[in-house]
């Protein structure tokens, strides 16, 4: 568990070369042949049971198979490895189909408007790729299927500036999170940064050259953002050597080429130890106390969403890696029900949206974005200690020109909603309230306030609504409601339980400063390391 046995750059990109030169993840993939072994059967018993195969789903499996523990993985969504009719696994952002949406009969585009006018269309009830799950005061997003959020996201992977750690997780200690945990998570998921000679001078990242001189010429600091895309395949894409993916928009609904999602990465290398199985389209529903071990409930679901059956198989270890919605979700009701009485207080609690807010700024027509936008994004806006304010610049892949410039905001909101079980609904509600977004918007407003009076330019209206400023209804970056050192202890066991873990966004309480999923994965880095030493 050094970091020796993590990839070299070199090494990871031979390895994730072979399976990017088929269409996506071919039937000769490592992960590919985990999933052959099948679903899991009822009565099943198993060492380790993980649900979810998102980022701390997928380091947890990895380092648990290294270290000679058979492991078996449930995942709600699809295995993502089937192309559809057009030939490709994921379909385009411009034309949303059954696979975009996770069980909805209409789209619920983040950008939802444009001109003014509404986008979003019609499709099949189906286990798309991408959920808006609806809460009474906000909407989240994220990635259904084998690689969870990876297979949705834009690939962003920034680790915090060091001075703003503390504030991220109060009780880890900083020194092993960047001496060790960070490298090690950087390296495992194969981040890297655009060549900046090839950035300058490409079209499609236009847009991001117009966002920098904004920035800069209002005095705020501009800075590359590190991705998981394959940036060599990104230059083959605008070379036209190769088929298209983030130059052809795809974004949001999966990305059929070049991001190296944790398909790619970590759940590869778990499935080449020959020790983990994945078992996508089930749902785990409940985890109870069995004498020593635990009782795992799993509905089978068809891609309609329908129940097929129901199974219950026993694990001497439970991993919950179903993401902060998903992993609060089961552990408020199971705290709630009486199914697992005995979790703290704390659980369903700390939960934040990293601040995240969106908004467009109008351009002069003498300042065009460009048409070709790549779907990764590539710099940001630093003015976080100065306004409490990241801001991505973002693409609009619209493929015509729009003049816009676009912004995700990761911004300082102090606001925490709880997760709680709502009996006579039957459901976990959640307490966010829209209003709780103001200072969001207040903090994104120190920089574009700023840009638009030095630019002479104004706000878009016309991006979430018919005069509408800001995206201020949703969030990408869940975290928190089961907080790492409250609701579990200091490495994310459940101590009223033993083999209980939590081991995902859940445990970070509500903010990352920056994109989250290299916190996430570094946290789980740190957290399996331990836990392998201490436990097993
Ligand atoms: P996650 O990746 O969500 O995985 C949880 C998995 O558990 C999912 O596959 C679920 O389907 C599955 N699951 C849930 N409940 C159950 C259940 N009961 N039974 C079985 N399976 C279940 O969790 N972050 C960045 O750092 N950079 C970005 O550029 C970025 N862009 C984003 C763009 C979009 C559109 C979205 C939606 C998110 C973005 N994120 C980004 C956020 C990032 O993807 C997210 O923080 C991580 O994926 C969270 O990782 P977890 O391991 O916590």
Redesign the pocket.
């Known amino acids: 568990m050094s970091t020796t046995d993590d990839v070299s750059r070199r090494g990871f990109l031979t390895a994730t070369g072979a399976l990017l030169g088929t269409a996506a993840l071919g039937a000769h993939s490592p992960a590919a042949r985990a999933r052959s072994a099948g679903p899991i059967g009822s009565g099943a018993h198993v060492a380790a049971l993980v649900?979810?195969?998102?980022?701390?789903?997928?380091v947890a499996a990895l380092r648990l198979a290294q270290a000679g523990v058979d492991v078996h993985m449930?995942?709600?969504?699809k295995a993502w490895d089937t192309p559809g009719a057009d030939g490709k696994i994921f379909c385009n952002t411009r034309e949303p189909d059954y696979r975009s949406y996770w069980l909805r009969t209409r789209t619920k585009a983040?950008l939802n408007y444009f001109l003014g006018f509404p986008i979003d269309r019609d499709i099949p009830r189906h286990t798309g790729v991408?959920?808006a799950e609806e809460f009474a005061g906000i909407t989240v997003?994220?990635?259904?299927?084998?690689?969870?959020?990876?297979?949705?996201?834009?690939?962003?992977?920034?680790t915090p500036k060091r001075e703003n750690f503390p504030a991220v997780l109060p009780s880890v200690d900083p020194a092993e999170m960047y001496g060790v945990y960070y490298p090690r998570a950087n390296a495992g998921l194969g981040v890297a940064t655009v060549d900046p000679a090839w950035f300058e001078t490409t079209a499609c990242y236009q847009y991001a050259r117009v966002g920098r001189k904004h920035a800069q010429r209002s005095g705020f600091p501009f800075v590359f953002v590190p991705?998981v895309y394959d940036w060599d395949y990104m230059e083959q894409e605008a070379a036209g050597s190769v088929p298209q993916s983030a130059l052809a928009g795809e974004?949001?609904y999966g990305n059929n080429y070049g991001k190296k999602s944790l398909q790619k990465t970590y759940l590869a290398r778990a499935a080449a130890t020959g020790r983990v199985t994945i078992s996508p389209l089930?749902?785990?529903?409940s985890v109870a106390p069995a004498g020593g071990s635990y009782t795992v409930t799993?509905e089978q679901i068809d891609t309609t969403g329908a129940v097929v059956t129901t199974k219950t198989v026993t694990a001497d270890r439970v991993f919950f890696?179903?993401?902060?919605?998903?992993?609060s979700?089961?552990l408020v009701k199971l705290k709630a029900t009486g199914v697992l009485p005995a979790l703290n207080g704390e659980v369903g609690k700390g939960w934040g949206d990293n601040g995240n807010v969106m908004c467009g700024r109008a351009n002069h027509l003498w300042d065009p974005t460009g048409k070709l936008q790549s779907a990764i994004?590539c710099c940001g806006i630093d003015n976080w200690t100065a306004g409490g304010a990241f801001a991505?610049v973002a693409p609009l892949p619209t493929g015509i020109e729009t003049y816009a410039s676009f912004y995700l905001s990761i911004t300082d909101n102090p606001n925490r909603a709880r997760f709680s079980w709502n009996a006579s609904a039957g459901r976990v509600e959640l307490s966010w309230q829209t209003a709780w977004k103001q200072p969001s918007i207040d903090m994104a407003k120190s920089i574009f306030d700023k840009i638009n009076a030095k630019e002479g330019t104004i706000y878009r209206t016309d991006l979430f609504g018919v005069y509408k400023i800001w995206g201020d209804h949703l969030t990408?970056?869940?975290?928190g409601g089961a907080v790492l050192n409250k609701a579990t202890d200091n490495y994310g066991r459940l101590t009223a339980y033993p083999g209980l873990y939590v081991?995902?966004?859940?445990l970070i309480p509500g903010n990352t400063t920056?994109?989250?999923?290299?916190?996430?994965t570094a946290l789980?880095e740190r957290n399996i390391e331990h836990i392998i030493a201490a436990d097993l």
């Not at 990408?476 to 975290?479: A, C, K, R, S, T």
């Not at 920056?514 to 996430?520: E, G, K, L, R």
């Open positions: 649900i979810g195969t998102g980022y701390g789903g997928s449930i995942e709600m969504g983040p991408l959920d997003y994220q990635g259904r299927g084998v690689g969870g959020g990876s297979l949705v996201n834009g690939g962003m992977a920034v991705d974004i949001l089930h749902r785990v529903t799993i890696a179903a993401g902060s919605v998903g992993t979700k089961l994004p991505e990408y970056h869940p975290l081991i995902d966004g859940a920056v994109n989250p999923f290299v916190t996430i789980a």
